[in-house]
């Protein structure tokens, strides 16, 4: 099945921005609706944000909204998060997932985890 690949992570200042990409290996990526979640330490994953196959529809948790972007590139095999006003309580590891569930924000309906991307916001 396909394989998902995260990239983008870093270190940024508290305001700062970053682009996390998520790279799927094949071109059944573009089939699926994709998900990014974060994960702190001894935590669950969290739902951030989600996006139809298409591309024309998005949805996101209150914790962003207003601050993140989803977008995806079909052609490229790849979804972008960017991450504007970033917060210090924005620090994770951030994965991307693939579900034939589109609007679920639980990690149980994801499948084809990546390996994760850093996130950490200085204050």
């Known amino acids: 099945q396909v394989q998902l690949v995260e990239s983008g992570g870093g270190l940024v200042q508290a305001g700062g921005s970053l682009r996390l990409s998520c790279a799927g290996s094949d071109r059944t990526f573009s089939s699926y609706a994709i998900a990014w979640f974060r994960q702190t330490s001894g935590n669950k994953r969290d739902f951030v944000a989600g996006?139809?196959?298409?591309?024309?529809?998005?949805y996101y948790a209150d914790s962003v909204r207003g601050r993140f972007t989803i977008s995806r590139d079909n052609a490229k095999l790849t979804v972008y998060l960017q991450m504007n006003s970033l917060k210090p309580e924005d620090t994770a590891v951030y994965y991307c997932?693939?579900?034939?569930?589109?609007?679920?924000?639980?990690?149980?309906?994801?499948?084809?985890w990546g390996q994760g991307t850093q996130v950490t916001v200085s204050s």
């Open positions: 996006i139809s196959w298409s591309g024309g529809s998005t």
């Open positions: 997932a693939k579900t034939n569930l589109y609007g679920s924000d639980r990690a149980a309906d994801y499948s084809s």
